[in-house]
């Protein structure tokens, strides 16, 4: 809990850093701001935490295992070639999504017996996640088509920003997105504490 409080301040600071000035990549709307801090809390801090304070079947210790792992590993690369070679495009990043994707279904068939037989906040979770990767790769693919390589150099743009009607679509997207997953996110959360 004290860590969730934690990395919530932290990304409503990033948050507010991003949008005071001008800052490489650009303002970030609330909508992809709560994106973005779901993304991050959920793949890179909320499943390593849940796989290591319990026992997990198969399709879920080794899906949410990958997909975190390689979330961790693109982290580290997205970060350099955003911040120091600045030649990130949203074609990498949906390559790897759909990568990651692909593994992750892939160990949940492998498990499917224990997905099957798994609770139903587990299962909604598990499916939580899968959509999650869907629909960052359609959003790297909508942006992709309004800003092409805009994303690489020192001016680059990496966020959707309100002011800007050409993204009003992405937003309303996200948004009703956020609104599911921060739900299923909330339930399992709750769920896993229960029980």
Same mark, same amino acid.
């Given at each position: 809990m004290i860590g969730t409080i934690l990395s919530a301040l932290l990304g409503f600071a990033i948050f507010w850093r991003q949008?005071? =000035?001008?800052?490489? =990549? =650009?303002?970030i709307a609330p909508s992809k701001g709560l994106w973005l801090?779901?993304?991050i809390y959920v793949w890179f801090l909320f499943i390593p935490y849940t796989l290591l304070t319990d026992q997990w079947p198969d399709a879920f210790l080794w899906g949410w295992g990958f997909l975190s792992l390689s979330m961790w590993l693109r982290g580290i690369a997205e970060m350099y070639m955003l911040f120091v070679?600045?030649?990130?495009t949203?074609? *990498?990043g949906i390559s790897h999504d759909f990568f990651t994707l692909a593994g992750l279904i892939f160990f949940y068939v492998y498990g499917h017996q224990s !997905? *099957?037989?798994?609770?139903?906040?587990?299962?909604? !979770?598990?499916?939580?996640?899968v959509i999650s990767?869907?629909?960052? *790769?359609?959003?790297?693919?909508? !942006?992709?088509?309004?800003?092409r390589e805009k994303t690489k150099g020192?001016?680059?743009i990496w966020y959707a920003s309100k002011e800007?009607?050409?993204?009003?679509?992405?937003l309303r997207v996200t948004t009703a997105f956020n609104i599911l997953l921060y739900g299923v996110v909330a339930i399992f959360i709750w769920q896993f504490g229960v029980n």
């Open positions: 949008n005071k =000035g001008e800052r490489l =990549g =650009g303002p801090y779901w993304t070679s600045k030649n990130w949203p074609k *990498i !997905f *099957i037989s798994a609770a139903w906040w587990v299962q909604a !979770f598990a499916i939580a996640l990767l869907s629909v960052e *790769i359609w959003y790297a693919y909508a !942006f992709l088509k309004l800003v020192d001016k680059a800007d009607p050409q993204f009003l679509k992405i």
